[in-house]
């Protein structure tokens, strides 16, 4: 392990000098002088003096990988070494950050602020400057800036699809984390635990709290596997009704995500079968990522490859390409392939055409995709196709004329299942691609 973090701290000095070329060429084509990054404020909620669980602005973490300080900034002018402001406040009500030390500190001027309103005397006082984050109008004490303008913004985040060596190895260690944590899950759920037991097992295992993951952990037992986003989190063990087990959790390692589902059979039956046969198709889908493809198009063989399963497990009485024409396919794969992956889990830029902000349009009738770009070296993002028992929108095909050629009974007996979903976090390579996920759990195995 000290080996790995020796490398990501090597790798951040090439980061920083990566971030100080696209920033300078972003600012240059936008007008701008100086970049003032918040990091962030602490938000108190309604009618309390409790605060919300903070979340850092992710443009903030992409120069300094400080994720649970509020209240910080970076000043970034083109030519001069950045300078980071610090918050650490005299505070005996809250454990106050501690001093900033380690490998990410020395590209910066490090300047320690006790209060938000200190930052003030540190702002750039000549040129035209950028704020990049969340707006307060108590800002405007502060200097003459414009905030998170389009014209900046947009170029930042067409870089942001292109990963350095520092944000790969970041992602390739949250899948670490993942694929163990994963793997305790899968063991709860053998064992009989209810959901919500599977949760902490889950955060026990990745050594997270509830607010370090990156996105609220779907633990799914049977047909709340048919819920795509379901973070209820039953607290009653299946008992002898556990039929299956969708798991969609990823996991932090310094303010970069993984994101990974995976699906269990409680038993050696036809539902397992399914499932293998997808883990088969989800392979062949990765299998098509290379430079130069467009996303999009896997996109579309992803609605071939579950019809073929529709067809193949005798769901659906058409064959896999009469399945796509009439939509049917849709039904039982409503989302998108994938997405981007970084600093944040639905990262940035997947419908850019261009750094001016023009955008990339959806294929007609996939409204809910997250990437139409073609597919270049660096690229992070996922690969997770499903094939769901949507109640909702198996009531509308039973209602349409495609009613006809679907075998009820048999899709009626696997409602308790509630779905299937398998997704592994891909780097695009010059050649081809290194499959992040699967690399993590054979290291756990």
């Avoid at 000043?75 to 406040?89: A, C, D, M, N, S």
């Avoid at 190895?169 to 993942?178: C, F, H, L, S």
């Amino acid at each position: 392990m000290d080996d790995r973090l020796d490398k990501i701290a090597t790798l951040y000095r090439a980061h920083i000098t990566v971030l100080k070329i696209r920033h300078d060429a972003a600012m240059q084509a936008s007008g701008f002088d100086n970049v003032v990054v918040f990091g962030g404020a602490q938000h108190i909620q309604f009618l309390d003096d409790m605060g919300y669980p903070f979340k850092v602005n992710p443009h903030f973490k992409y120069w300094v990988p400080v994720v649970d300080n509020p209240h910080c900034a970076l000043i970034y002018t083109p030519g001069v070494k950045p300078r980071l402001l610090y918050y650490q406040p005299v505070d005996y009500w809250h454990k106050v950050a501690g001093p900033p030390t380690g490998w990410w500190t020395p590209p910066f001027d490090i300047e320690i602020i006790t209060t938000p309103d200190a930052a003030k005397q540190f702002m750039p006082k000549k040129g035209r400057t950028a704020f990049i984050g969340e707006w307060d109008d108590a800002f405007k004490a502060w200097g003459t800036f414009e905030s998170n303008p389009a014209a900046l913004m947009n170029r930042l985040h067409f870089q942001r699809s292109g990963k350095t060596e520092y944000e790969i190895e970041n992602v390739r260690m949250a899948n670490d984390i993942g694929a163990r944590a994963h793997v305790a899950a899968e063991r709860a759920f053998r064992e009989g635990q209810s959901e919500f037991d599977i949760h902490f097992t889950y955060l026990r295992a990745a050594s997270h709290t509830d607010d370090q993951v990156p996105y609220g952990n779907i633990i799914a037992l049977n047909e709340n596997a048919s819920v795509l986003h379901y973070y209820h989190h039953d607290r009653n063990a299946p008992g002898a009704n556990r039929h299956s087990f969708l798991i969609d959790a990823g996991a932090t390692f310094n303010g970069y995500a993984s994101d990974i589902t995976r699906t269990y059979s409680a038993r050696k039956d036809e539902f397992q079968q399914l499932i293998d046969a997808m883990d088969e198709k989800q392979q062949e889908l990765c299998d098509e990522v290379a430079p130069g493809v467009n996303y999009p198009d896997i996109h579309l063989s992803s609605h071939r490859k579950v019809a073929a399963l529709l067809h193949d497990f005798k769901f659906v009485d058409l064959d896999a390409d009469a399945i796509v024409e009439t939509r049917i396919s849709s039904t039982f794969l409503p989302h998108g392939l994938g997405h981007y992956l970084g600093l944040q889990v639905h990262d940035v830029g997947g419908f850019q055409a261009d750094a001016e902000g023009a955008t990339i349009p959806k294929p007609e009738g996939h409204p809910w995709l997250r990437l139409t770009r073609k597919i270049e070296a660096t690229n992070v993002f996922t690969i997770e196709p499903g094939l769901y028992f949507i109640d909702s929108l198996l009531a509308e095909l039973k209602k349409s004329s495609n009613a006809k050629h679907v075998n009820w009974t048999k899709v009626d007996e696997f409602r308790k299942f509630g779905g299937i979903r398998i997704e592994d976090n891909l780097v695009v390579t010059e050649n081809g691609y290194e499959n992040l996920t699967r690399q993590a759990f054979e290291q756990v195995s």
